[in-house]
């Protein structure tokens, strides 16, 4: 048995509840940890900071599941929905800090939504990763059929628009977020080179099948 083999053993004696346990206590310690001044001088934004990136890290994670089993063979299927939820709650928690610890007023989030590019950003690819989030159950999986595959293709968008948020709320060109766009625009650019071969596949295939048809 090589390493691969060994790794994905393991992996599946993994519970999927050990994942959504461990997921949904990690913002409940950051915020711990905010609360008793391990976070700094700014708990606030420093909590809004590691939710935020986190929530970046489960997108990413979540997009490089197919090429990571394509690639490696290292298979984390089972656990893309767990991802995926966990994704969505890491965001939402990343947007309840902002809205209930950071900026308050309600008047004054319109305001910064309109006015601060990279907010606008950030709200467009929460908006665009809720129907994700609510259709990931196995009742919308039936009632959806072929349509929900398609719905979530929105994962593509999100994840842009979540390494774009990203680098804007630096604003200068820091190293960190331009890695993270990196990964997603690699990851992105292996699925479109997939497509394409599989696309030109199925033309040759079609070809070969006109040619021997009498």
């Known amino acids: 048995m090589n390493v691969v083999d060994r790794i994905n053993t393991a992996l599946r004696k993994v519970p999927i509840w050990v994942l959504y346990t461990i997921g949904a206590l990690w913002p409940a310690w950051l915020l711990y940890q905010a609360a008793t001044g391990a976070m700094g001088v700014e708990p606030i ?7 935020g990136e986190l929530g970046l890290q ?10 990571l089993r394509a690639i490696a063979g290292v298979n984390l299927i089972r656990f893309r929905r767990a991802i995926g939820v966990l994704t969505f709650y890491f965001i939402a928690a990343h947007l309840l800090v902002w809205l209930v610890l950071d900026v308050q007023i309600l008047s004054e989030i319109w305001k910064d939504i309109l006015k601060r590019p990279y907010i606008t950003v950030g709200m467009v690819g929460f908006l665009l990763m809720t129907p994700l989030a609510i259709t990931s159950n196995n009742w919308s999986v039936r009632k959806l059929g072929p349509s929900w595959r398609k719905l979530h293709r929105l994962v593509y968008p999100t994840v842009i628009l979540g390494g774009v948020h990203y680098v804007m709320v630096g604003k200068t060109w820091e190293a960190e977020p331009l890695v993270y766009m990196a990964v ?31």
């Open 58 to 67: 489960a997108l990413i994670l979540g997009l490089a599941i197919t090429p």
């Open 184 to 214: 997603i625009l690699t990851l992105l650019g292996w699925r479109v080179v997939q497509a394409r071969k599989k696309s030109k596949s199925r033309r040759q295939t079609v070809a070969r099948a006109t040619r021997v048809a009498p």
């Open 45 to 51: 934004k420093a909590l809004e900071h590691a939710l």
